[in-house]
């Protein structure tokens, strides 16, 4: 079955040079550069204008150091104007950027590395030393471009290939279903998997969002995970680097994002659960306001109500928080805002229906079909569940990427061929209600079949979360299906000294038993904290914690 092509011309740096006309001495990256003496943050910045000469003078270098159409290029670059000016020199040659988290831990990194096969390699030192103490990952690569001084290793420094002056650099006709990036899921719920994105993917996912969100051009964004601040060239806004470690969102220094946001007039900020919660915290505590503010959108992970309803005391007029749905192989293809989740489906959530994570947007379609392991080669109507039954979400449409890098049992696995359109599989668990609303239920791999049924992580968590002194919880499954034990572990509000754990026990085993939902589960463990992932801090490693809880059943 042959899915059908659409090979127009379209290359995604064409956005920045269509910015760089229409508004060219507008800010395009502003960056903190230190403190003044009287510890007031110092900002640097790049024009639109600058930005898209900058990538030029890049593109032109990089083609002469062998950089070119089809190049797969390992690009370990901090958050700041090199990041923007390389990432767009890269698509303006038709390279093609290899982008891996280096939050998911070394190993697991280098291993994404080397199965993308990587020609090239741009980095700043400590990455290219990595490279060096670990060369049979990086064996394929042929040049080497250091960002500062190379060391003992050698090749080109990004001084040395920055052409100039300034010529103005025409970039290659690439087609919409051209390769653009390889970009690695975080692992977090499995093994980390390449996905190419194309030049036509980032194309509707810009259409989408700004559509979606009605994002204006005179607008300023404070992009707290990095990959997302590539959008922002493309869709006129002004990004505002944080000064932060973008690794560590829940560990980030409240003080330092508000002064961002109010010092710089930001008016959209991306965060993390974690992140949000974190700063919602310490502002909602002090009574902040950011008035500049039009939207947050935060996205990663679940987001509760109770995280939304803190940070939304922050806001002012009719700004909004808005929560996203989507994976790396697929976003955004689901929106909510906190106005409908506040007033309306958060009641819910707290009562163990799952999280709503609203409609689908414009010329997405989603369906929730069957639960099962195993692959699906044909999309038959029959797949589909009624409203209101809980199955997979999968989802169709031009923003969703049709396959993994050189990974054809993870296509089969999430891939359905249906005529001319392709669906994916997003491996999370959910259910439709009458208005269209989408509820999202916990991930596939998670759901927990014991002999009285089976359960579902975020209706069963939800329960539990209601307690005051829990900060979250976590459903695992000890032994096999169907016959598996379930155990709900607990982790304490962080200021909470854990005393008193009897009477709190009693406390939600009555919560328990009041939900059709919880009744059977009759184990509840006790961790000072979850593992979770290291990009959004919030998605927690269930597999861990079931390893964890069976050991500690055993003794």
């Known amino acids: 079955m042959q899915l059908k092509n659409d090979n127009k011309i379209v290359n995604i740096s064409s956005y920045l040079k269509r910015m760089a006309g ?47 159409r089809g190049t797969r290029t390992v690009l370990m670059v901090k958050p700041g104007p090199e990041f923007f000016s390389l990432t767009f020199a890269i698509f303006k040659v038709g390279a093609i950027p290899v982008v891996v988290d280096p939050g998911m831990g070394i190993g697991r990194m280098l291993l994404c590395l080397k199965e993308s096969k990587p020609d090239a390699f741009i980095g700043i030192p400590v990455a290219h030393a990595l490279r060096i103490l670990f060369p049979k990952y990086f064996r394929t690569v042929k040049t080497s471009i250091t960002i500062g001084r190379p060391w003992f290793w050698g090749g080109l420094a990004l001084r040395h290939i920055r052409q100039m002056p300034w010529q103005s650099y025409d970039a290659v006709k ?6 653009a990036a390889i970009l690695f899921t975080t692992g977090s719920t499995g093994h980390a998997k390449g996905v190419v994105y194309t030049h036509g993917m ?9 559509s979606h969100f009605n994002i204006a051009e005179d607008e300023i964004d404070l992009p707290t995970f990095p990959l997302f601040a590539l959008f922002d060239p493309a869709l006129g806004m002004t990004a505002v680097i944080p000064d932060m470690d973008p690794t560590k969102p829940a560990l980030v220094n409240p003080e330092k994002i508000i002064e961002a946001i109010i010092n710089q007039g930001v ?29 947050v959108v935060s996205a990663g992970a679940p987001v509760s109500p109770s995280n939304i309803e803190r940070f939304a005391s922050m806001l002012c007029g009719d700004a909004e928080i808005h929560t996203p749905y989507g994976a790396t192989e697929a976003v955004p293809v689901i929106s909510i805002s906190s106005d409908e989740i506040l007033s309306e489906t958060g009641k819910l959530s707290e009562q163990g229906y799952g999280i709503c994570v609203g409609r689908p947007l414009d010329e997405i379609q989603v369906c929730i079909i069957k639960i099962t392991d195993s692959p699906i ?20 449409g031009d923003l969703v990427a049709k396959q993994y890098f050189e990974n054809t049992w993870a296509d089969a696995l999430s891939k359905i061929k249906d005529e001319d359109k392709l669906w994916h599989r997003m491996g999370d668990l959910g259910w439709m209600d009458k208005k269209g609303r989408i509820w999202f239920c916990g991930r596939k791999n998670h759901r927990v079949i014991t002999e009285k049924g089976t359960l579902f992580t975020i209706p069963c968590e939800a329960i539990y979360n209601n307690h005051p002194r829990v900060f979250r919880s976590a459903l695992v499954g000890i032994g096999s299906p169907p016959k598996q034990r379930p155990v709900i572990c607990i ?26 939902l919880t009744k059977n589960i009759d184990t509840i463990l006790f961790k000072r904290t979850f593992p979770v992932d290291i990009r959004h801090n919030s998605k927690i490693f269930r597999e861990k914690l079931a390893l964890w809880a069976g050991k500690k059943l055993i003794k």
């Open 22 to 68: 229409m508004q060219p001495y507008k800010r395009a990256v502003v960056y903190p550069v230190g403190q003044d003496e009287y510890k007031r943050v110092a900002y640097s910045h790049l024009t639109f204008l600058q930005l898209d000469h900058e990538s030029d003078c890049y593109a032109h270098g990089l083609e002469k150091a062998g950089i070119r």
């Open 174 to 179: 690439t087609t919409s279903d051209e390769t």
């Open 202 to 210: 980032f194309d509707a996912q810009i259409r989408h969002i700004k």
């Open 267 to 295: 008016t959209n900020m991306f965060a993390s659960p974690a992140l949000l919660n974190r700063v919602g915290r310490y502002g909602k505590s002090k009574g902040i306001k950011l008035p500049s503010l039009k939207r």
């Open 377 to 396: 080669e044909k999309w038959s109507e029959e797949l589909v569940v009624p409203d209101g039954e809980i199955g997979e979400i999968t989802v169709s």
């Open 491 to 516: 982790e304490l509000e962080p200021r909470d000294s854990g005393g008193k754990k009897k009477q709190l026990m009693v406390e939600l085993f009555a919560l328990a038993k009041k939900s059709a």
